[in-house]
């Protein structure tokens, strides 16, 4: 029997977020999340997607660690008759947030792997212990199985050092690795490819501007398909304004904040990180929330889009001037693939660029890849929804797949 099965693992600090795919015809087989895995009442959602049934199953318990979660999720995949002891299944493909510079395309995890990941958690404190997590409570699982990492730092390693580097003390940057190596790769990865798609060209054809606006929101600029510039850096904090994260503020600010604001390191960070961005600004996060604050005439919810409109219109033009020549804009992610007062707001005035929006194709809701620029528009403006569990579970398979 061939194995054609790849289970993509999402590990955080709390959750553990999973598909299982077919990969003869990239076809989800079950999909689902464990949150507040640690607390009193962790949950477990799992979704089966066979025999035409997609009913979601719930279940209230403490899941006291991550062992518990894949056990718990083994045992949901096993009710449907699609278990991980599964013969059917290939490999495991993990999302690795930090990748640092060593890890340029997904890996099969070894202990010498396993090793750099952990080498890269004073660059990723939040993400890569998780991920270490996840690898080694799935190793422990089904340790005859090839684990795959994929990393969500891989798609930006051909930035060039012009766009990677910060202008400081070289020494010092290379003692202590700070660079740009920006995230959300495989989603960048994913919609550039996708997009040259819906241009009916080659990915080694087009330039593209991809905005992923979700609550992290990042852009990159891809030449020929090939990352050359992206808007996140040493962590996920810089550049769009997100929904908790402020993005780009003058690194100034953390020593105001600390000498003058007598806040500490943490305090500060926490700031930035998680009371920042679109929350800190109006205090809410959610774009459905912010529109609506707005149809009702709320100030504060009407500044917090502006602002969060100029950064993305920076980076539009920056992105452009970084490419010179620029075949698509494409929006991508919660925000991106939803909210057509942002794709409109994002885009207006620049139609000396060739860039336009039409309003209608901008209202239509679709789950598909579509075009909503005008015929005239010299460049393509698209949504292209993303699909970071597929590209994993692709380019994982292509890695291991076809085992006998
Ligand atoms: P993501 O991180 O990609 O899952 O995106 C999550 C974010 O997408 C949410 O916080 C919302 O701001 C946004 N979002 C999701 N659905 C919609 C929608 N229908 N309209 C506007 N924004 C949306």
Do not use: W
Not at 84 to 89: F, G, N
């Amino acid at each position: 029997m061939t194995a054609t099965r790849v289970l993509v693992l999402n590990s955080g600090s709390s959750s553990v977020k999973y598909q299982l795919l077919d990969m003869r015809d990239s076809s989800r087989l079950a999909v689902g999340l464990v949150e507040r895995i640690g607390e009193e009442t962790s949950r477990l959602k799992h979704t089966p997607l066979i025999g035409g049934g997609a009913e979601e199953r719930e279940r209230e318990e403490p899941i006291a660690d991550h062992e518990a979660a894949l056990k718990a999720v083994s045992a949901e995949l096993a009710a449907d008759g699609l278990g991980l002891d599964s013969p059917e299944l290939a490999a495991i493909g993990h999302r690795v947030v930090h990748g640092g510079l060593k890890f340029s395309a997904p890996t099969v995890i070894t202990d010498e792997v396993l090793a750099e990941i952990q080498r890269l958690v004073p660059v990723a404190p939040l993400h890569n212990p998780a991920n270490i997590t996840g690898i080694r409570t799935a190793q422990a699982l089904r340790p005859d199985l090839p684990q795959v990492a994929v990393f969500d730092t891989a798609f930006h390693t051909t930035m060039p050092e012009s766009a990677a580097r910060y202008a400081i003390d070289v020494a010092t940057a290379d003692e202590h690795r700070v660079r740009r190596y920006g995230f959300h790769g495989t989603s960048h990865a994913y919609v550039s490819r996708e997009t040259a798609k819906l241009l009916g060209k080659a990915p080694e054809d087009v330039n593209v501007i991809v905005l992923h606006l979700g609550n992290g929101a990042s852009a990159s600029a891809v030449r020929g398909g090939k990352c050359v510039d992206t808007s996140m850096g040493l962590t996920p904090l810089e550049g769009l304004v997100m929904g908790t994260r402020s993005g780009d503020v003058d690194p100034a600010v953390v020593f105001h904040l600390a000498r003058v604001g007598g806040m500490s390191i943490d305090e500060v960070d926490a700031l930035l990180n998680k009371k920042s961005g679109l929350i800190g600004l109006c205090g809410d996060n959610d774009m459905r929330v912010i529109r609506r604050r707005i149809d009702e005439g709320d100030e504060a919810a009407a500044l917090a889009f502006d602002i969060y409109i100029h950064r993305l219109k920076k980076y539009i033009g920056a992105y452009y001037a970084v490419l010179g020549r620029v075949d698509a804009v494409a929006f991508t992610a919660g925000v991106g693939e939803n909210a057509a007062p942002v794709r409109e707001a994002a885009v207006a005035g620049l139609e000396e660029l060739g860039l336009a929006v039409d309003g209608e194709l901008n209202a239509v809701r679709s789950d598909e890849a579509r075009l909503i620029s005008p015929e005239y528009a010299r460049v393509t403006v698209a949504v292209v929804p993303t699909d970071e569990e597929l590209e994993i579970a692709q380019q994982t398979y292509a890695l291991v797949g076809n085992r006998p």
